[in-house]
């Protein structure tokens, strides 16, 4: 994208040096409640999630609806099923409050062998932001199936969950997550995926709504040869506050992983944050591994904080990369396509949906690649850039 200044940053969390020694548990105690100075918080608003931080403030639970094939199997569990809390341990304090504070979860199973070609749709919907719910939810895609999921989030709430993901032997998963919530909302969400020996996942996150979102997809590799693609795009307005937070950890041999995450910025007081955290593990040979975020300034007032962290430990790797790159609007191809005969705001619309499109088209789900072109204008057009 023409007028990106290209900028790589690198940090290190002085209490854990490795991206592998931070802590993760089911225990309250082990990850204590936030200042915001914290490497996992200091971009945050502390003020905004407090709440999310004490079991004692939430009511209740809220559980999804739920539309699919019969081939797929929905079931609401008590906390007490053997199949939650198989997917890694939670890893900051809200990932922590979520898991001690449900009540009953949905499970989601497409069985083995199973080819679902029609989208399965997982809602969550709110009417008023009130006290905030937890949220948990299973999908188990078994070996040698393929599914794809869209998780759909609207209304008003503040919700705090877990998605615990598990893509089988060979088995091929689609999840999308969309983050459309009304602007007072308030979301943190930590999905925490594994994937099986020769198994493919395509994880999108989209976030277009809600006062402050934080989102912390982990990937873990449990079986050799499997491949991640993991694509995000974020329209960040007025007062709003979009944080998204990837771990990938290679610890297996001849796995792939791609990372790609735009976002657009605009109106005073916005900010996005993206952190991307990649671990290449002593045993990992093979690796392929290589993250993008790209940021887009549309005006003055809006902040942008981009970290991707790539931490290796073995030199027998196909490939290893990452890059950023924040910059304002191009004011010379907005002359350029104005000089040519086009008005300001069709210019504007047009350099938008070039900045956005092959990250859209990468979905592959025509109504919603529609959706979500639709979304982008309505937010341009909010925001006084049309």
């Known amino acids: 994208m023409g007028g990106l200044v290209s900028e790589i940053s690198i940090t290190q969390d002085k209490a854990a040096s490795s991206r592998a020694d931070r802590a993760s548990s089911f225990e309250l105690a082990d990850l204590p409640v936030p200042t915001g100075r914290e490497e996992d ?10 709440d999310l931080f004490d079991p004692a403030t939430y009511g209740g639970t809220v559980l999804p609806t739920v539309e699919g094939p019969d081939a797929v199997t929905v079931e609401e569990v008590e906390r007490g099923d053997e199949r939650l809390g198989r997917v890694q341990a939670p890893g900051d304090r809200t990932s922590v409050v979520a898991w001690n504070t449900f009540e009953r979860a949905c499970v989601l199973t497409v069985p083995r062998g199973a080819q679902v070609d029609e989208p399965i749709y997982v809602r969550y919907a709110g009417a008023q ?22 998780l759909e989030h609207t209304g ?13 032997e060979n088995a091929s998963l689609e999840l999308v997550s969309l983050q459309e919530w009304d602007a007072e909302a308030v979301h943190a969400c930590a999905h925490r995926m594994n994937i099986g020996g020769g198994a493919k996942l395509k994880h999108v996150v989209v976030t277009l709504g809600g006062e ?10 449990v079986g050799e040869g499997a491949e991640v693609e993991m694509l995000g795009l974020y329209f960040t ?18 796995c792939r992983s791609r990372v790609t995450y735009k976002g ?57 990369g990452h890059a950023s790159a924040t910059g304002r609007f191009d004011d010379e191809q907005l002359f350029y396509l104005m000089s040519r005969g086009m008005d300001e705001s069709t210019a504007r619309k047009l350099v938008v949906h070039g900045f956005f499109a092959e990250l859209i088209h990468q979905i592959e789900i025509p109504h919603v690649e529609q959706r979500l072109l639709d979304a982008v204008d309505a937010e341009l057009e909010a925001g006084g850039n049309l």
């Open 41 to 50: 918080w200091r971009f945050t608003p502390i003020e905004r999630v407090r």
């Open 129 to 150: 932001r009130g006290a905030p719910q937890a949220s948990h939810l299973v999908i188990d895609v078994a070996a040698d199936a393929s599914a794809q999921i869209i």
């Open 156 to 168: 008003s709430l503040v919700m705090n969950g877990t998605v615990e993901v598990n893509v089988g």
């Open 212 to 221: 402050t979102v934080r989102l912390t997809p982990d990937v873990n590799f």
């Open 237 to 254: 307005d007025t007062d709003q506050h979009h944080e998204h937070r990837l771990y990938v950890d290679h610890d297996l041999r001849n």
């Open 264 to 320: 657009a910025l605009q109106g005073q007081r916005a900010h996005a944050v993206w952190i991307g955290d990649v671990l290449i593990g002593s045993g990992a040979f093979g690796t392929d591994s290589y993250e993008l975020n790209r940021n887009l300034v549309l005006n003055e007032g809006a902040k942008a904080d981009s970290v991707p962290n790539l931490e290796i430990e073995n030199g027998d790797i196909e490939g290893a």
